[in-house]
């Protein structure tokens, strides 16, 4: 088997992957991700124990349980570059053998929710309420560094999408899917559709400060798109590298938002941490039951 040499995967003195500072044994299977660090505490606060409490740079995690499932909640911070880190990571720490730096002939898939914050891009998608993110669209470059294929449906909605939206600026658009074992748990109550991920929270998403844009017609052009029943609910800067990655990887991904804004009624949440409040409390006890 090949091994992977030293300056490819970072092992720490105690045997932690690098960035996220853990071990194999620290990680559980089922992963709650978080942008902010600060909404790790705010998670594991309804742990019944915590075993594990690390930190390094913006990868703060938590292992404990929720009754008889064993949770790791582990913060990302902003944006597809990060995801890029933390997801290889984690399957690194399950997938590949520290000692010998090779990769284990048993695949061991991971269920990796993340929990977050977006906007709305459909007026009938209220601030404060839950979206399901059926696909994840990228209009960032990851997973162009990767070989991600696409199905059929999936490459028609990318091309209808590319067409409707117009895009320029090399913008090349990839889709990933939700996996199709967990969001069946997350049906009534919650709102489903494509979620946008942008590498950015002005320009990228259509707004205007200083700086004119290249795609000004962006967000009217996204929540006009439609393909079959298919539509764009909502735009932020994690799913689609999440989704993509967890393909390629063999894991089960998902993107849970609670909505604190909507774009289209030009409206923000007036208590943003009672929404992720209501969003932990709604999600938590069905990722305990998967």
């Known amino acids: 088997m090949n091994r992977i040499a030293e300056s490819e995967l ?3 003195k105690r045997g932690a992957i690098y960035h996220i500072d853990l071990t194999p044994e620290e990680v559980a299977d089922t992963i709650i991700t978080v942008g902010d660090p600060g909404r790790v505490a705010k998670v594991s606060k309804y742990f019944d124990n915590i075993e594990v409490k690390q930190e390094h740079r913006e990868f703060v995690s938590h292992t404990g349980y929720i009754g008889k499932k064993r949770i790791t909640v582990i913060s990302t911070g902003i ?3 990060n995801i890029d ?9 399950k997938n590949i053998d520290l ?6 002939e048993k695949h061991t898939p991971l269920t990796i929710i993340r929990l977050g914050t977006s906007g709305a891009l459909q007026e009938h998608i209220p601030v404060d309420s839950l979206v399901v993110g059926t696909h994840g669209l990228g209009l960032d ?6 070989q991600l294929a696409n199905n059929n449906e999936e490459q028609e909605i990318l091309q209808q999408f590319v067409a409707h939206t117009q895009l320029t600026g090399n913008i090349q658009p990839y889709l990933a899917t939700a996996g199709a074992s967990v969001i069946k748990h997350f049906v009534g109550g919650f709102h489903h559709g494509i979620t946008v991920t942008c590498p950015g929270f002005y320009g990228p998403q259509g707004r205007v400060l200083r700086l004119g844009l290249s795609n000004p017609m962006l967000v009217e052009r996204l929540t006009t798109f439609r393909f079959g029943n298919h539509f764009i609910s909502n735009f932020e800067m994690e799913t689609s590298a ?5 393909k390629l990887l ?3 991904c998902l993107a849970v938002n609670v909505i604190v804004a909507n774009r289209v009624r030009k409206e923000f949440s007036k208590d943003g941490d009672a929404a ?3 969003l932990l409390q709604t999600c938590l006890p069905i990722i305990e039951k998967i």
């Open 99 to 104: 000692t010998t730096r090779t990769i284990k």
């Open 85 to 93: 880190i933390a997801i290889n990571e984690l399957d690194a720490l």
């Open 242 to 246: 999440i989704y993509g990655l967890g």
């Open 250 to 252: 063999g894991h089960n």
């Open 10 to 12: 970072i092992i720490t």
């Open 141 to 146: 470059n990851l997973l162009h560094y990767y």
């Open 79 to 81: 944006g597809p570059d």
């Open 276 to 278: 992720v409040e209501k």
